[in-house]
């Protein structure tokens, strides 16, 4: 079992900068892939972006909505994922979801992880 608690979320003007972080427990943090998706209301839940815990896989990959703005990175020795995001748009409001995979690539589809997050709200006023 693994347990995903983000941190994070609030509310920032259309332009402004927040960081999204998720603590990960319970599974060896360095062999799991780990991927930010998110929920607008009214929406499906869409992915954002994912890294890969092996160095030759296609990682990380990013939404093109977020493509330029976001950036995800992982600290093994934290057993920490975060995405850093900047020039926030109303657009982007929604609950953002951490999640685990143990797949090592092709780790864009929700079906492809085990384990979630409670979520963490963003909301960007304009």
């Known amino acids: 079992q693994v347990q995903l608690v983000e941190s994070g979320g609030g509310l920032v003007q259309a332009g402004g900068s927040l960081r999204l972080s998720c603590a990960a427990s319970g599974r060896p943090f360095s062999r799991t892939s780990m991927g930010w998706f998110r929920r607008a209301p009214g929406n499906e839940r869409e992915f954002v972006s994912a890294?890969?815990?092996?160095?030759?896989?296609?990682?990380?990959v990013y939404a093109d909505s977020v493509k330029g703005r976001f950036t995800i990175s992982r600290d093994n020795a934290r057993n920490t994922v975060y995405l850093q995001m900047n020039s926030l748009k109303p657009e982007d409001t929604a609950v953002y979801y951490c999640a685990a995979s143990t797949l090592r690539d092709g780790i864009t589809r929700d079906y492809e992880y085990d384990y979630w997050g409670q979520g963490t709200q963003v909301t960007v006023s304009s």
């Open positions: 890294i890969s815990w092996v160095t030759w896989a296609n990682s990380p």
